[in-house]
């Protein structure tokens, strides 16, 4: 039997492999690369003043004068570093994203 090199053994159902691997990557994506670039430290910034209230990606992208698409990318990282979240709330039909300590 081969076993597939990013199989996870342990776990006992897709749902709990699904899960498993998602802990796995972020936290070899806080290992390889602790420090965050300039342009994620500003987002991060532009979703901290917003305190309670979150942004969404529309609102950073508009905040910071920069397109949407690269706002995605530096959310993306964020969030799989754990300094942001995204909470079930929406508004304008996009997730409300909040900075780690504003749950």
């Known amino acids: 039997m081969q076993w597939d090199l990013f199989e996870n053994r342990q776990a006992t159902t897709p749902t709990q492999s699904r899960q498993a691997s ?5 936290r070899a994506l806080r290992r390889l690369s602790p420090t965050i670039g300039k342009q994620e430290q500003r987002v991060l910034e532009c979703v901290r003043q917003a305190a309670s209230t979150g942004r969404t990606r529309e609102e950073i992208a508009a905040e910071l004068e920069i397109k949407e698409a690269s706002v995605c990318g530096r959310v993306n990282s964020l969030v799989a570093r754990g300094q942001l979240f995204e909470r079930g709330t929406k508004r304008n039909r996009q997730g409300v994203l909040y900075a780690k300590g504003y749950e």
Do not use: D, W
């Open 22 to 26: 998602t802990a796995n990557k972020r």
